[in-house]
Nanobody, 116 residues
C-alpha cells in the first residue's frame, strides 16, 4: 500500500522560504516519478514540479527559478524548496507518485499560506 506523508507547510511572509518534504512508503521509490501539485482556493489542482526516476526535473512556469524539487532515494523522500514566496503561492500542496504504468498516488496535502 502506497503511503505519502507531506510535512513542512505553514504560514510565511512574502519573500520568505519554506521546504516541503514527502516521505514515501510501499513503493520502490527510485522507480517512480515524484511530483508536487498545488490547489489554491477555488482553483484546479496543478503540477508545480516533478522529478523523474533518472533525476530530470520540470517546473511550472510560475515557479521556475524560485522552487527546486529534489529527492533522496536512500530516505524515500522528495523535497520542494520554495524561495521568494508570493501570496499567489498560497495553496494546499500535494505530493504525487507516478508509477511506470501511470498509476498515481497522492498524499493528504499540506497547507502553505503566504501572507503578511
Amino acid at each position: 500500500q502506497v503511503q505519502l506523508v507531506e510535512s513542512g507547510g505553514g504560514l510565511v511572509q512574502p519573500g520568505g522560504s519554506l521546504r516541503l518534504s514527502c516521505a514515501a512508503s510501499g513503493i520502490i521509490f527510485s522507480f517512480y516519478t515524484m511530483a508536487w501539485y498545488r490547489q489554491g482556493p477555488g482553483k484546479q489542482r496543478d503540477m508545480v514540479a516533478a522529478i523523474t526516476s533518472g533525476g530530470t526535473t520540470t517546473y511550472a512556469a510560475s515557479v521556475k527559478g524560485r522552487f527546486t524539487i529534489s529527492k533522496d532515494n536512500a530516505k524515500n523522500t522528495v523535497y520542494l524548496q520554495m524561495n521568494s514566496l508570493k501570496p499567489e503561492d498560497t495553496a494546499v500542496y500535494y505530493c504525487n507518485a507516478k508509477s511506470s504504468d501511470n498509476r498515481h498516488s497522492w498524499g493528504q496535502g499540506t497547507q502553505v499560506t503566504v501572507s503578511s
